[in-house]
């Protein structure tokens, strides 16, 4: 196989990758943020970026016109985007406490690096065949997720046990380490470039004559909306109000890891069985559970509730990972750049709206308490949580409506679910 070495460089690259990024992500960054002492709003944002940045992938083809070589440009913005993470070791080392030295590596990185990613998904397009590319990314993220416990529990280990200071200063000269090392990795690709070589700012939006493409771009606006309301605020929630020992969310962390990796592998193998969307939206029903239990948490009962939430979040959101990753693909043409920069840019724009809107409703009612003698049993975290919820239930009942015509049969959660248990995969229902 022409890119054999490519794929294989891949894997290990996605494994360092988590490695770093996980500092960005989680109980690291609510305590980065706590050391800083971010408002609702910058947190907000700055979480909320990873995903608010892809609006500017919608950029990359233009940018891939003047520069001319798809390796050149995700190298390049590899290397710029990744290094960005030295601004804010340097203010921990020099014990600078102002949020600027916060936003502007986290921006840096968010939006540099969203050119690489949106030219590394069009790459991996031509590279990765239709029929290899679930088991393919299934074996990928697996590693990754298997990086990613390692990280979990390496961080938890040296926030528990070191000043917090001196254990963000570790953290991130690891990450940054990390993140150099992934780009590095990157440069030694072998990437082909586009059929397509006249680009304009505005042609992606050519993409816009698929129908397919089109009801997928509306799916994209409502679920990054509904995700990205609170989805800053969960790991907040653990470390800031219930205060939920280091330790603890390591372990949490390391199981969701595990078990993560394990349904990568099921759900890499039984995708081509199911179809993108009949998997993904299995994984939607699944993950509404998470803000539901999320509305429920207090500081009496968070650990079974996590111990539930664990679980169903790891199943649900491998599936949804995967098969959206993959759906996205399908419904693509070529060149796929004009697709996955015009899907970023909606995606992007859905992600900033609502981390604006929801840092505003968490700063509005983060002093909110509800007591019951001297146990206090809702906060005004409890209260965002349920309307991400309501949020969430709303775009899954927009989902099951949409026909992307990339299927043969719709299969009922509950053949889904028999086949899934007793691993019956029978006819496809692409």
């Known amino acids: 196989m022409k890119y054999t070495k490519t794929m ?16 960005t992500q989680g109980f690291v960054f609510s305590t980065l943020a706590l050391y800083f002492q971010l408002s609702p ?8 970026l990873p995903a608010t940045s892809q609006l500017f992938q919608f ?16 190298t390049t913005t590899a290397y710029i985007g990744r290094s960005a993470f030295l601004i804010l070791l ?6 600078i406490k102002q949020e600027l030295f916060v936003a502007i590596p986290i921006i840096v990185f968010n939006f540099v690096n969203s050119f690489t990613g949106a030219l590394w998904t069009a790459s991996m397009r031509s590279i990765i065949s239709e029929d290899l590319r679930g088991k393919y990314f299934g074996f990928r993220n697996t590693m990754a997720s298997v990086a990613g416990t390692l990280s979990f529990l390496i961080n938890s280990f040296i926030l528990k046990f070191a000043p917090q200071r001196i254990g963000l200063i570790i953290i991130y000269t690891l990450s940054s380490s990390f993140f150099l090392l992934t780009a590095y990795l990157l440069a030694k690709h072998e990437i082909p470039e586009s059929s397509v070589k006249d680009y304009s700012l505005l042609l992606p939006l050519e993409s816009l004559k698929n129908s397919e493409f089109k009801k997928m771009l509306i799916f994209a606006f409502f679920w990054n909306f509904a995700i990205q309301f609170a989805g800053p605020f969960f790991s907040y929630f653990e470390v800031a109000y219930l205060k939920i020992d280091y330790a603890i969310l390591g372990v949490l962390s390391v ?28 994984g939607l029903s699944i993950v509404l559970c998470i803000p539901f239990l999320y509305s429920m948490m207090n500081q009496q009962n968070y650990l079974y509730l996590l111990m539930i939430d664990i679980v169903i979040a790891a199943f649900g959101w491998t599936a949804i990972n995967l098969s959206y990753f993959n759906l996205l693909l399908q419904v693509a043409r070529e060149p796929a750049e004009f697709y ?9 724009i859905a992600s900033l709206i609502a981390s604006y ?31 991400a919820l309501l949020l969430r239930i709303s775009v899954y009942i927009l989902f099951i409506k949409l026909d992307f ?11 889904m679910s028999y086949r899934l248990l007793t691993r019956n995969f029978g006819e496809r229902g692409l």
């Open 41 to 48: 709003v910058t947190l907000s944002i700055l979480a909320a």
């Open 405 to 415: 015509g990339n299927y043969t049969r719709k299969m009922t959660f509950r053949e």
């Open 59 to 74: 950029f990359a083809p233009t940018l891939y016109r003047f520069n001319g070589s798809r390796k050149k440009l995700i």
């Open 357 to 387: 809107l929801g840092g505003l409703t968490a700063d509005a009612l983060k002093d909110i308490q509800i007591s019951i003698g001297n146990l206090e049993i809702i906060s005004g975290y409890n209260f965002l949580f349920f309307i």
């Open 8 to 23: 294989k460089l891949s894997i290990l690259e996605g494994a360092i990758y988590t490695l770093a990024f996980n500092a």
């Open 90 to 95: 340097f203010a921990l080392v020099f014990d």
């Open 340 to 348: 996955v920069s015009t899907h970023a840019l909606v995606a992007g």
């Open 255 to 282: 199981v969701n890891s595990i078990l993560a990796s394990l349904f990568y592998i099921l759900f890499g193998k039984i995708s081509t069985h199911f179809g993108n969307k009949n998997t993904l939206r299995f």
